[in-house]
């Protein structure tokens, strides 16, 4: 199944600033997805990203906070931008692998 | 997308079978119904996988019946490793989970 590398593994940011989440993919793979887990929270789905295509956001969800890309087959970054505190999250990428899904490590992210 | 629901919580004894019911009534013709574990600051884990009947594997077994409205995740003879949250789903969308708490 695939493996995916999830980058930065945690991360402290000031409030009012952005940060860029990577996850590099070790095949080719046409969707991945992106999910929020806040603090004893199950995982809530923020987008699917397609390759050389716009991102699909769920309800709730924005592209001008969470912008989305998919350059490639292997290769998504998720933003969030203009933090604050209720932006302290895990966040996971995602993608279909065999029989169900392969998960990112995820990204824990506070915001102070 | 499916909506799952399953208990919030269970308890079991260690070498207890932990049986885990989760109903999806809107569940779409050619949805798996996938069930993962997940430990604390950890990504979900896949545990198994099923449409219909029953699926068995090394770590779990699943029940889903012929109207495929609910799945019932049964693990044999739990361990204190087992405590976790397990969720079912018809991917992508994730339920709330169930909490299972194995006891010594």
């Known amino acids: 199944s695939a493996v995916i590398s999830q980058k930065p593994s945690r991360d402290i940011c000031q409030r009012g600033t952005s940060l860029t989440i990577q996850c590099q993919v070790d095949?080719?793979?046409?969707?991945m997805f992106w999910y929020r887990q806040q603090p004893g929270q199950s995982l809530t789905l923020i987008a699917t990203?397609?390759?050389?295509?716009?991102?699909?956001?769920e309800s709730g969800f924005v592209i001008d906070k969470f912008p989305i890309s998919r350059p490639n087959l292997t290769f998504s970054t998720l933003t969030v931008s203009n933090m604050s505190p209720e932006d302290s999250s895990i966040y996971l990428c995602?993608?279909?692998?065999?029989?169900?899904?392969?998960f990112g490590s995820g990204t824990r992210l506070t915001v102070v | 997308l499916a909506k799952t629901t399953q208990p919030i919580s269970m308890d079991s004894y260690e070498g207890q079978e932990v049986n885990i019911t989760c109903s999806h009534n809107?569940?779409?013709?050619?949805?798996?119904i996938t069930w993962y574990q997940q430990f604390p600051s950890q990504g979900p884990r896949f545990i198994i996988q099923?449409?219909?009947t029953k699926v068995t594997n090394e770590v779990a077994s699943l029940f889903i019946p012929a109207d495929r409205k609910s799945s019932t995740l049964s693990l044999p003879r739990v361990s204190l490793s087992d405590t976790a949250v397990y969720y079912c789903?018809?991917?992508?969308?994730f339920g709330k989970g169930t909490r299972l708490s194995v006891i010594a």
């Open positions: 995602s993608v279909p692998a065999g029989s169900g899904y392969t």
């Open positions: 095949s080719q793979v046409t969707m």
């Open positions: 990203a397609n390759q050389g295509s716009e991102a699909t956001y």
């Open positions: 809107n569940i779409a013709t050619n949805d798996y």
């Open positions: 099923g449409y219909k």
């Open positions: 789903l018809a991917l992508p969308v």
